[in-house]
């Protein structure tokens, strides 16, 4: 993937310093142009006398938008570019003007509400994440508190079909371009109690995970050195629990076989890694 464009969505408060946070943080490593985009809502033109009115909503807007930015500045300062984008909502928003300024990537905080160090998924997130022409990062809650110095490795969610197996070569040019390693992982999900014929599937399904990251990681040999680990737990959240995290890990999910190509479509497998992790995800778009 390309990261010479970075926008970053910005709201005023913790939210906005979580994903802003993430976005310089990849921006210094990527030596990347980092822009900041406020979606404000629209501004109407009622007739008569509500002329008035919409003069206020045009002063209270422009308000809104001018603190939000100077809130972005004073913790990005002149790393990056600041604009406000009209939209009707912030999701549509912001996968409008990523395409109007050719972003790369689209990074964005978590939803209000959610616990500290997940991601939340609210109403911009889900915009996104079936819309937005490339890809989305997404930030957990509390990362701009004490953001890692660095990156430290990218992680990659796999599971043989097309659209991981894109992934996979999207993420080590990647980590190339970035100097990163790579690690590969499957997740193999269970119930606690099982019987012999449940603990036999479950065994092949361990050994062909397994046998399919081996082959993942063979076909990048050239590229980079790549780790693989498969993953097992009651559930998504207890899977990615049971393995070691750096401070600086991104995880890569691919977008879902069956969404259009070259847009971001979350599938569940996805969308419950996005809700277990600790660390940022970002989530490509699907390639043909």
């Known amino acids: 993937m390309r990261l010479g464009e970075l926008l970053a969505g910005y709201v005023p408060g913790p939210r906005g310093r979580d994903g802003l ?42 308000e809104q938008a001018d603190a939000a930015l100077a809130e972005a500045r004073e913790l990005a300062g002149e790393e990056a570019g600041y604009v406000v984008h009209p939209g009707r909502h912030s999701g549509r928003g912001l996968v409008e003007l990523a395409r109007r300024r050719s972003a790369d990537v689209v990074v964005i905080g978590p ?46 969610a796999y599971r043989r079909g097309p659209g991981c197996d894109a992934a996979v070569k999207d993420a080590a040019r990647t980590a190339v371009a970035l100097g990163l390693p790579m690690r590969l992982v499957t997740l193999v999900v269970g119930p606690a109690r099982r019987v012999r014929a449940e603990e036999d599937m479950l065994a092949r399904l361990r050994e062909q995970a397994a046998a399919d990251l081996r082959a993942a990681a063979r076909g990048q040999a050239r590229r980079l050195r790549v780790e693989v680990e498969v993953l ?50 970002m989530i490509l778009t699907r390639q043909p």
């Open 21 to 62: 946070a993430l976005a310089l943080l990849l921006r210094r490593r990527a030596g990347a142009r980092l822009t900041v985009a406020y979606v404000r809502p629209p501004v109407w033109s009622p007739p008569g006398p509500a002329r008035a009115e919409d003069g206020a909503w045009r002063a209270y807007l422009a």
């Open 111 to 156: 939803a209000p509400g959610g616990a500290r160090g997940r991601i939340s998924v609210g109403s911009t997130a889900d915009q996104l994440l079936h819309a937005s022409s490339v890809p989305v990062l997404l930030a957990p809650r509390g990362y701009g508190d004490e953001p890692p110095s660095d990156f430290d490795r990218l992680t990659v």
């Open 232 to 281: 097992e737990g009651r559930t998504v959240a207890q899977a990615l629990g049971a393995a070691s995290w750096l401070p600086g890990e991104m995880i890569i999910c691919a977008s879902s076989d069956t969404g259009p190509l070259r847009r971001v479509f979350l599938g569940d497998t996805s969308l419950k890694i996005v809700r277990a992790s600790t660390r940022p995800v």
